[in-house]
């Protein structure tokens, strides 16, 4: 007998863990409240009739989503106190995420921050439907609504998020030529360089929580955010470096000041130009990106 066999109920959740996580941090944008929500997760399903469970990958999904949403409304008062703008938590991915133009987008900093925009309850009925493709039925049976209120939460939820997307999916060679323009304006600090990649209504968020600093609101403009840069870049000068990496499926810049990680550089480019930056200096966010989280629609 092998005393190391995993039973069945353990087995399911492994094979489905990695769902579940990606589930759970597009409902939250948090890595740390979406491991808290797992853990939950966890400890309902081990509790379950397994033999009345017919499909262990709703029934999962469906418990996580509720836990997710009850944690989504707690954290949603937190983050009304948060000091300055308000990032979700970057996560090092790895290339297959990159790959996948679907996955990429709906964790992409640029798409997170509008799911930020809904209520709890269009953010989860969203997530199920739109990135995961869950049906109607399954959806209300996760967030207790009849599935003709969902239809109308994810019509609306969808309405909005569209009105505030990015253009278009940004294929992963722009993206990242985009990112090397950057990389290198960063590097030599020459204002021109930055403002030939900088779009003119760029925006750059930048999120320190209140312990590092950051703006504490979101700049405009391809003048300020170059001036901005240019100006840290400058008192900075040997002892700030930038290197390109992979954040949440898309193109960054992970930062370090005296070779320590100071923070994540995240980008949106259309049409070849920057128009978003997400600098996330927050350390409590930062535990995710020393090594690569695995991500999945499936």
Same mark, same amino acid.
Do not use: C
């Given at each position: 007998?092998?005393?190391?066999?995993?039973?069945?109920?353990?087995?399911?959740?492994?094979?489905?863990?990695?769902?579940?996580?990606?589930?759970?941090?597009?409902?939250?944008?948090?890595?740390?409240?979406?491991?808290?929500?797992? #853990?939950?997760?966890?400890?309902?399903?081990?509790?379950?009739?397994?033999?009345?469970?017919?499909?262990?990958?709703?029934?999962?999904?469906?418990?996580?989503?509720?836990?997710?949403?009850?944690?989504?409304?707690?954290?949603?008062?937190?983050?009304?106190?948060?000091?300055?703008?308000?990032?979700? @938590?970057?996560?090092?991915?790895?290339?297959?995420?990159?790959?996948?133009?679907?996955?990429?987008?709906? *964790?992409?900093?640029?798409?997170?921050? =509008?799911?930020?925009?809904?209520?709890?309850?269009?953010?989860?009925?969203? !997530?199920?439907?739109?990135?995961?493709?869950?049906?109607?039925?399954?959806?209300?049976?996760? =967030?207790?609504?009849? $599935?003709? $209120? =969902?239809?109308?939460?994810?019509?609306?939820?969808?309405?909005? *998020?569209?009105?505030?997307?990015?253009?278009?999916?940004?294929?992963?060679?722009?993206?990242?030529?985009?990112?090397?323009?950057?990389?290198?304006?960063?590097?030599?600090?020459?204002?021109? $360089?930055?403002?030939?990649?900088?779009?003119? @209504?760029?925006?750059?968020?930048?999120?320190?929580?209140?312990?590092?600093?950051?703006?504490?609101?979101? !700049?405009?403009?391809?003048?300020? =955010?170059?001036?901005?840069?240019?100006?840290?870049?400058?008192? &900075?000068?040997?002892?700030?470096? $930038?290197?390109?990496?992979?954040?949440?499926?898309?193109?960054?810049?992970? *930062?370090?000041?005296?070779?320590?990680?100071?923070? !994540?550089?995240?980008?949106?480019?259309?049409?070849? #130009?920057?128009?978003?930056?997400?600098? !996330?200096?927050?350390?409590?966010?930062?535990?995710?990106?020393?090594?690569?989280?695995? &991500?999945?629609?499936?």
């Amino acid at each position: 007998m092998n005393d190391d066999a995993i039973d069945p109920a353990t087995e399911a959740f492994l094979a489905h863990r990695n769902l579940l996580f990606t589930v759970a941090y597009e409902v939250l944008g948090s890595a740390a409240d979406a491991e808290d929500v797992l #853990q939950e997760t966890w400890l309902r399903w081990v509790e379950a009739d397994q033999e009345q469970v017919r499909d262990q990958r709703a029934y999962l999904v469906r418990i996580t989503t509720r836990q997710a949403l009850n944690r989504l409304r707690t954290v949603k008062r937190r983050r009304e106190a948060y000091v300055g703008p308000w990032l979700p @938590e970057p996560l090092l991915t790895t290339p297959d995420v990159a790959e996948d133009v679907e996955l990429a987008e709906s *964790v992409s900093m640029a798409l997170m921050l =509008v799911l930020e925009t809904l209520s709890p309850i269009e953010r989860a009925v969203f !997530v199920l439907r739109e990135v995961f493709d869950v049906g109607y039925d399954e959806i209300a049976h996760a =967030v207790d609504k009849s $599935a003709v $209120a =969902v239809r109308q939460i994810a019509h609306r939820a969808r309405q909005h *998020v569209d009105s505030r997307r990015p253009r278009r999916v940004v294929s992963a060679n722009k993206g990242q030529a985009a990112l090397e323009s950057l990389h290198r304006a960063i590097e030599t600090g020459d204002p021109q $360089a930055l403002l030939e990649v900088l779009a003119p @209504e760029v925006v750059l968020v930048s999120d320190g929580g209140g312990i590092k600093h950051a703006a504490l609101r979101p !700049v405009t403009g391809a003048d300020k =955010v170059a001036r901005m840069f240019v100006g840290s870049i400058g008192k &900075l000068k040997g002892v700030l470096t $930038a290197e390109p990496t992979a954040i949440n499926g898309n193109p960054a810049l992970l *930062v370090r000041l005296n070779g320590e990680i100071d923070g !994540v550089m995240a980008i949106r480019e259309e049409d070849g #130009q920057i128009t978003g930056l997400y600098y !996330v200096r927050n350390p409590d966010k930062l535990s995710h990106v020393a090594s690569t989280t695995a &991500l999945t629609l499936h």
